[in-house]
């Protein structure tokens, strides 16, 4: 069961502009959502994460932007750089006493053009 | 400080076999969680192990099994491998079970790429 749905697919954008990456949840348990980073042959790298008591999270060119009502979560990277390039994934877990599982997006491959 | 790790790192092996995958956490973590990633897809979560107790698994058939050792090292276990076992196979290790004061973040290594012909 596809609990996480990411979109688009693949994305491409020029240098300088800004990649927006959406991604919406059926489980209204989850209660933490991160974004990870891959590289090619390299394994997911988080790059940011947000909780639902805040609809917004800023770490220097990158914004998770939240909404619990619609379920809906986006990843903004603004003045993206041609080192963006990679595929990017979504994620959910719900932190209980058993530990959290990440529940994964599909993931959205991500070219910048210099 | 050393990431987790993880052998090997490519491994190619027919229909019918058996695989070991090895993960060696991050210093002082004693949650290891396992992974499955299909070509162009997003990782499966297969199982997590805790202080050295199955914690979670996901929805994976029973030839899938793990272990987590006293040093908290792991490993996995896939029993007659189907083609579509070729994956790329992830383990994360994180610092706790449960945390009442923050995420318990989870951690990747690069991953062990598993090929079935």
């Known amino acids: 069961q596809q609990q996480v749905k990411q979109s688009p697919q693949s994305l491409i954008v020029q240098k300088g502009g800004i990649s927006i990456i959406n991604c919406a949840y059926e489980?209204?348990?989850?209660?933490?959502f991160p974004w990870y980073q891959q590289f090619p042959g390299k394994g997911p790298a988080l790059l940011i994460a947000i909780r639902p008591d805040v609809s917004e999270k800023k770490e220097g060119r990158f914004t998770i932007s939240f909404n619990k009502s619609a379920k809906q979560f986006s990843l903004h990277i603004m003045d993206s750089q041609p080192g963006d390039s990679a595929t990017y994934f979504c994620?959910?877990?719900?932190?209980?006493?058993?530990?959290?599982?990440?529940?994964f997006g599909e993931g959205t491959q991500l070219t910048v053009n210099p | 400080d050393a990431g987790v790790t993880q052998s090997p790192t490519h491994l190619i092996k027919t229909r019918g076999q058996q695989v070991t995958l090895r993960c060696s956490p991050i210093?002082?973590?004693?949650?290891v969680s396992w992974y499955q990633q299909v070509l162009g897809q997003g990782p499966q979560f297969i199982f997590q192990y805790y202080e050295k107790e199955e914690r979670g698994r996901g929805n994976f058939p029973d030839r899938f099994s793990a272990r987590q050792f006293p040093n908290y090292s792991s490993e996995l276990n896939v029993n007659a491998l189907l083609l579509g076992d070729s994956a790329l196979y992830l383990c994360a290790s994180s610092l706790n079970r449960i945390s009442s004061l923050r995420t318990d973040t989870q951690y990747f290594g690069p991953g062990t790429r598993l090929t079935v012909l």
């Open positions: 994620a959910a877990s719900v932190e209980e006493t058993s530990g959290s599982r990440l529940t």
């Open positions: 210093s002082g973590h004693k949650s």
């Open positions: 489980n209204t348990a989850f209660d933490y």
